[in-house]
């Protein structure tokens, strides 16, 4: 895995024991997203997700102190087993990077399958606002892909 820092973008890189398929289903079916999305502390509350162009999705987590932390936005492409890119909105969240932010975000996923069973994954997330964004999301980005990893690979 790899960790990349480009002007107010993140690309991380992580390949995955899975095939595309369900590499790509893990993000796009609310009841796969829901047992792996988020910082590992952090619980999903809610996931709803219309993985169509121009769908719609939000997810909300709780935070041990309890706090309720809502990701939204909407899929501008939706390219199956090959790419996912969605809007990924801060809008003054009680999260790290976030606070008193306002702005929507991009994200981009793309789904190599590198062998049999085996899938590359590259998340890039640009527009960024600043530091405390970029580190935030970092680490929600590698404890969530942890998370993930473990779900998938059971």
Not at 77 to 105: K, M, N, R, Y
Request: glycine share 8%; charged share 25%.
């Amino acid at each position: 895995m790899s960790a990349q820092r480009g002007y107010a973008a993140l690309k991380l890189q992580r390949e995955f024991r899975a095939d595309d398929k369900t590499l790509f289903e893990a993000w796009t079916q609310a009841g796969v997203l829901s047992q792996w999305f988020g910082p590992t502390d952090h619980n999903v509350i809610s996931a709803n997700v219309d993985a169509v162009q121009g769908g719609k999705y939000e997810i909300v987590i709780q935070s041990p102190e309890g706090n309720e932390i809502s990701h939204f936005g909407e899929f501008v492409i939706v390219d199956p087993h090959v790419q996912l890119v969605f809007t990924w909105v801060l809008a003054d969240q009680a999260c790290g990077g976030c606070e008193d932010q306002s702005v929507s975000t991009l994200v981009t996923l793309r789904f190599e399958q590198v062998e049999n069973k085996r899938t590359r994954l590259t998340l890039l997330h640009e527009k960024l606002p600043d530091e405390s964004a970029y580190e935030g999301h970092k680490l929600g980005w590698l404890s969530s892909l942890d998370s993930l990893e473990r779900l998938i690979s059971d």
